[in-house]
């Protein structure tokens, strides 16, 4: 489950070896002969969400976000000007539709009236027959044919078509 503005950015963290933890994960996680169903529910920012979003199944909350990055930081590096961030949200794709639209979540889970928070059961209740669904469907998979199809769907991210 992911719901997290993201790993900290300062030097700190780097000193420590942030970048490699989290590259080391996606390492791992790629290779795992296990089903693996990623569910943001809320935030999933930068590369605190990326450590945890390899999956053969990404299901995502109607109104989350996930994103290398957040608006204001976007607006910040892109114009130098954070109060663009509206801009940079909507430049980004950060939406649940546009991530499915683009091939980066597989599945949205809808939300009751007025979002999770309104109906946290009614919320569970979804979110767990959603992920039960994904792990029958993925449990008839060899081990061997899930890591290649993990491996062929991250590659995939970002390529399009001139066409």
Known sequence: ??????AYPGLDAEERGQA????RNLM?????EVPII???T????????LALGIGDRVLILEY????????????AILWKDQDRKAEAAEAMKMTAPD???LGVVDEIIPEPPGGA???PEATCRRVGDTVERALQDLSRISAKELIARRYEKFRSLGAFDEG
């Open 1 to 6: 489950f992911i719901d997290t503005a993201g």
């Open 99 to 101: 991530l499915l639209a």
């Open 64 to 75: 989350a976000t996930y994103s290398v990055i957040s608006p204001e930081g976007c607006a």
């Open 28 to 32: 791992e996680m790629a290779v795992l």
């Open 38 to 40: 990623v569910t943001v």
């Open 117 to 119: 928070h309104t109906d």
């Open 20 to 23: 490699e933890a989290i590259a």
């Open 42 to 49: 809320g935030e999933g920012g930068s590369g605190g969400a």
